[in-house]
């Protein structure tokens, strides 16, 4: 069964950084698309970056040039570098996984992230 768990959330001053990591288990870890999501209070949960087997990325317009998504297949963990935070960054962070057969999403249960001014 596979598992996720996020760390490495916190509190963050705004224009400060933060990298938040998800450790992966219970699945073939290189051969998955990763993505990290997050869920404002009373907001819809929004993608905000993927990154595939071969290591394509992609983000969302509100954290391109901001954010980083990475991997290391050798540790089963993907990576969320976030710099130049903003308070609109304030949310729960959600690590993914997609099973590419099925499209069955899995979740970890997120780290909060919180960027105060």
């Known amino acids: 069964q596979v598992q996720l768990e996020e760390s490495g959330g916190g509190l963050v001053q705004t224009g400060g950084s933060l990298r938040l990591s998800c450790v992966a288990s219970?699945?073939?870890?290189?051969?998955?698309?990763m993505g990290w999501y997050r869920q404002a209070p009373g907001k819809q949960r929004e993608l905000i970056a993927t990154?595939?087997?071969?290591?394509?990325?992609y983000y969302a317009e509100s954290v391109k040039g901001r954010f980083t998504i990475s991997r290391d297949n050798a540790k089963n963990t993907v990576y969320l570098q976030m710099n130049s935070v903003k308070s609109a960054d304030t949310a729960v962070y959600y690590c993914?996984?997609?099973?590419?057969?099925?499209?069955?999403?899995?979740w970890g249960q997120g780290t909060q992230v919180t960027v105060s001014s």
């Open positions: 990154i595939s087997s071969g290591g394509h990325t």
């Open positions: 993914n996984q997609r099973d590419p057969l099925t499209n069955y999403d899995y």
């Open positions: 219970g699945s073939v870890f290189s051969s998955y698309p």
